[in-house]
């Protein structure tokens, strides 16, 4: 079945009952009304059989006492369909960095009360989103995510720093998740997938003594990640998080995908330069692909992912009528 028409409904299979925005009203009608529609409060949940009074004073007292969803639609984005998902995307840097990236830097004590109190914060913010689905940056297919997820409701797991952990678990346990969804298509940028990445093996050693191997220096970071660190390190994780969402250090951070197109002038091969970037425009192509998966009517998504992914994640988002782009600064102010 097309995606998009699992998704969205169609003129043969009528969609399911939505539980979010109002399917009457478009979304580029973004009036005062619009915005109070879209935060109405659910009607009690249809029975086959009648319920006794006090059942449902019981049911409606504690559905009012939920609090509405907080939704700001990014102004970039003011044309969709009327039953266009919300779609929230928080880019973060990395809390428990893997060494994966182009340049590394370390996190100081995110498990410390100082971080875990500024953590909590974030989360407070994010909350009032009320998202109905976590996405995280995770592999689609055989991540331990969901399961770890689940020991965790069970007392039986102990989150690391990493920012799946610390927020998109935290968050979905704070809010009654049964699970988390991950999105991602795991691909280096030489178009590798993690199952064909091997290992160095050891070679032989030359006969003789031989001179200690000089250890090279690490690449300076780029200006943009030594104010990040210099952010984390004096400020607080939202700070950090305003930072690397803000217009401008989402622009530079692409800018350096683009700035790799140029020809090598030394190389024969046409497009050496350019299939890099193209297997990172296919990652975050595939990983849109999975957010259309994992959405249903009615939703509000949420997903967390590395903040180099948002230039194009935000593009797709924008550019697409099913999903409604939120404003992501707000949340963190």
């Known amino acids: 079945m097309d995606v998009r028409t699992h998704m969205f409904g169609s003129t043969s299979v009528p969609p399911p009952e939505p539980h979010?925005?109002?399917?009457?009203?478009?979304?580029?009608?973004?009036?005062?009304?619009?915005?109070?529609?879209?935060?109405?409060?659910?009607?009690?949940?249809?029975?086959?059989?009648?319920?006794?009074?006090?059942?449902?004073?019981?049911?409606?007292?504690?559905?009012?006492?939920?609090?509405?969803?907080?939704?700001?639609?990014?102004?970039?984005?003011?044309?969709?369909?009327?039953?266009?998902?919300?779609l929230l995307v928080l880019g973060s840097f990395h809390?428990?960095?893997?060494?994966?990236?182009?340049?590394?830097?370390?996190?100081?004590?995110?498990?410390?009360?100082?971080?875990?109190?500024e953590l909590a914060e974030l989360l407070d913010r994010l909350e009032a989103y009320r998202p109905t689905k976590i996405l995280i940056e995770a592999a689609y297919k055989g991540s331990p995510s969901p399961a770890n997820y689940q020991k965790y409701l069970a007392g039986q797991f102990t989150l690391t720093p990493n920012e799946i952990h610390q927020v998109a678990f935290a968050l979905a346990r704070r809010l009654g998740h049964k699970t988390v969804y991950p999105v991602d298509y795991a691909m280096w940028m030489d178009g590798r997938v993690p199952a064909e990445i091997g290992e160095a093996k050891a070679r032989p050693a030359?006969?003789?003594?031989?001179?200690?191997?000089?250890?090279?220096?690490?690449?300076?970071?780029?200006?943009?990640?030594?104010?990040?660190?210099?952010?984390?390190?004096?400020?607080?994780?939202?700070?950090?998080?305003?930072?690397?969402?803000?217009?401008?250090?989402?622009?530079?951070?692409?800018?350096?995908?683009?700035?790799?197109?140029?020809?090598?002038?030394?190389?024969?091969?046409?497009?050496?330069?350019?299939?890099?970037?193209?297997?990172?425009?296919?990652?975050?192509?595939?990983?849109?692909?999975?957010?259309?998966?994992?959405?249903?009517?009615?939703?509000?998504?949420?997903?967390?992912i590395g903040s180099g992914h948002l230039a194009i994640l935000n593009r797709l988002a924008i550019d697409s009528r099913d999903f409604v782009l939120m404003d992501t600064l707000p949340y963190l102010r």
């Open 20 to 86: 979010g925005p109002p399917q009457s009203l478009a979304l580029r009608q973004r009036s005062r009304a619009t915005l109070g529609a879209w935060t109405r409060r659910p009607t009690l949940p249809r029975f086959p059989v009648p319920l006794s009074p006090a059942l449902a004073l019981l049911f409606a007292t504690a559905l009012a006492a939920q609090p509405a969803p907080v939704l700001r639609p990014s102004p970039l984005d003011p044309v969709n369909k009327p039953a266009a998902v919300p």
């Open 95 to 117: 809390m428990e960095n893997p060494g994966q990236d182009a340049h590394n830097f370390e996190v100081k004590d995110i498990l410390g009360p100082r971080k875990q109190k």
């Open 206 to 304: 030359a006969p003789g003594p031989q001179p200690a191997a000089a250890t090279p220096a690490p690449a300076p970071l780029p200006e943009r990640l030594q104010t990040l660190a210099r952010t984390l390190d004096q400020g607080t994780v939202l700070d950090g998080l305003r930072l690397v969402n803000s217009p401008d250090f989402i622009r530079e951070d692409h800018a350096t995908y683009i700035e790799g197109l140029p020809p090598d002038p030394y190389s024969t091969e046409l497009y050496g330069t350019t299939d890099p970037v193209t297997n990172w425009y296919k990652r975050n192509l595939r990983i849109f692909t999975n957010v259309y998966r994992v959405a249903e009517p009615g939703d509000r998504l949420l997903l967390l």
